[in-house]
């Protein structure tokens, strides 16, 4: 069976890992990466979090959204758990939503150097709005910075039906 060998995952100390601990603020320094064996091939990675949370830095209430976040990677990938402790992390963090996903974007763009990322947040209803941020990034000089672009112009176009989540 092909698989990854122990220096392929040295980098990998959160999964599987039984003593993990939950940070209760914000903590980028969770993020762990691995080695991308297919380099070569362009391809997306999707993540959804359906329960992400943070605060209002005003009012200190709790904001809820689901976060997608793809991406095409080049050399690094994120982790999934430690993207989850990393996500978790917010859950204390006041900042507004828009500020929210640019802010995980430029930490994984920081972290994993991709070809293309996009995140995409959707918070539920306060005071009778709600507000989906989005954000994206292609490396410069690269097809992937037209690509960027391009969705970025045409995001949202085709908003699917908003039904209060």
């Avoid at 939950?22 to 903590?27: E, L, M, T």
């Avoid at 080695?35 to 990675?45: C, E, R, T």
């Avoid at 920081?110 to 009778?128: A, C, D, N, Q, S």
Wanted: net charge negative.
């Amino acid at each position: 069976m092909a698989g990854r060998s122990k220096e392929e995952t040295q980098g990998v100390t959160l999964l599987g890992n039984q003593g993990t601990k939950y940070p209760d603020n914000y903590a980028p320094e969770v993020l762990e990466t691995f080695v991308n064996k297919h380099p070569d091939n362009d391809y997306f990675v999707k993540f959804n979090c359906p329960e992400f949370t943070s605060l209002c830095p005003i009012t200190g209430q709790p904001d809820f959204a689901a976060i997608t976040i793809s991406y095409v990677p080049d050399v690094k990938m994120v982790e999934s758990k430690s993207l989850k402790l990393y996500l978790f992390s917010f859950r204390n963090h006041g900042d507004f939503h828009e500020d929210c996903v640019n802010i995980i974007m430029k930490d994984l763009i920081r972290l994993m150097e991709p070809k293309y990322i996009e995140v995409w947040g959707k918070f539920t209803p306060r005071g009778g709005i709600s507000i989906d941020p989005y954000c994206n990034y292609g490396k410069p000089g690269t097809r992937w910075e037209q690509v960027a672009w391009e969705r970025l112009s045409s995001h949202d176009l085709y908003p699917e039906k908003v039904d209060n989540r």
